[in-house]
């Protein structure tokens, strides 16, 4: 069967297609046809060594298909079932061995692409927005990147549950699409000298209770800058680079700030709040308060193309690898 696999860290070009034996399912694990999968930063830092995973490895963390084959002692899914999972490495192939108590069972009415695209990024919304800061109708939010994949499901989300959203993108084109996820204000990041005292402005002259920042090093400094006195900066990614070192009692000079780097993993640890973290997602799509954009579907062949793509910002919304697409580069859709 094809895979991609990296046999040494480094760049896009380290992605290569391979022939492997297919795998079989041992106890406790499925056999999974992969439909899609979704390409995150996760990806591109396990690529890069910035996560470590022994080498080689097949990368992707999230995926959507048809179960094929069960191993020994599997009850929570079946061959035939329509199955998503996340933070289970080597989505990027055409069959995937999965622990089966991992498994989210898709609904009838959410289809493969959907799955793949939402899972990882909407339960990581999920999270930040219930658990990391439980955001209040009110609240007046920075969302950075908001024209990104997790930008857009942030921008709304936050909007769906009351609060209001200053975001940030690099261009006027993907300012207009965060404007029509939710975003009241958007800044261009590249065209604003103080970006924290613009968000004061925008906010009355006032800093604000959260700031979600999801680029990191490009970011930290104004994102550390924009917050109110007592304000929570939710560092939940690194887009742009790792933070370098500081001394925490910066957190004290500006105000008793507090700072959490979460994880998805840590929120879906257990398999009941797995569940039920993806059934709030798919009823958010069901009912549209989440709207899943997949703006580029990349064969396995053009996985590297799909990294370089993500990493110079030449995207939004969601991109995906399809593993019996044909070679056709990037192409347009929106799912929901």
Do not use: C
Not at 179 to 189: D, F, I, T
């Amino acid at each position: 069967m094809r895979a991609i696999q990296v046999h040494e860290v480094g760049g896009p070009e380290v992605l290569q297609e391979v022939k492997l034996d297919q795998p079989r399912p041992g106890p406790g694990e499925a056999l999974v046809e992969v439909a899609a999968s979704g390409v995150n930063f996760l990806d591109v830092y396990h690529r890069e060594g910035r996560y470590s995973l022994p080498l080689p490895f097949t990368p992707g963390a999230e995926g959507a298909g048809t179960v094929v084959e069960v191993g020994p002692g599997v009850a929570d899914v079946a061959v035939g079932d329509r199955v998503g999972w996340v933070e289970i490495p080597g989505t990027y192939v055409e069959r995937a061995v999965v622990d089966s108590s991992r498994l989210v069972p898709l609904p009838d009415d959410i289809g493969f692409e959907t799955a793949a695209a939402v899972l990882l990024q909407g339960m990581t919304a999920h999270y930040l927005v219930k658990d990391a800061y439980p955001v209040q109708g009110g609240d007046t939010v920075l969302v950075h990147a908001a024209a990104g994949g997790m930008g857009l499901l942030l921008t709304q989300l936050i909007t769906h549950l009351g609060g209001r959203v200053i975001g940030t993108t690099s261009t006027t084109a993907k300012a207009e699409l965060a404007k029509r996820a939710g975003a009241a204000e958007v800044l261009l990041s590249s065209a604003v000298d103080d970006l924290a005292a613009e968000v004061k402005r925008l906010n009355g002259g006032q800093g604000l209770p959260v700031v979600f920042d999801g680029v990191g090093a490009h970011t930290f400094d104004a994102s550390l800058a924009s917050l109110r006195t007592r304000g929570h900066l939710v560092l939940f990614g690194a887009a742009s680079g790792a933070v370098p070192p500081f001394d925490p009692i910066r957190l004290a000079h500006g105000g008793s700030l507090t700072l959490i780097r979460p994880s998805l993993g840590d929120f879906i640890a257990d398999r009941s709040e797995l569940l039920r973290r993806a059934a709030d997602v798919f009823e958010w799509v069901r009912s549209k308060a989440l709207e899943v954009t997949v703006t580029g579907r990349y064969a396995l062949s053009e996985a590297a193309q799909a990294h370089s793509d993500l990493e110079a910002r030449r995207t939004t919304g969601k991109l995906l690898v399809v593993p019996d697409a044909a070679p056709m580069g990037r192409r347009e859709e929106t799912q929901s």
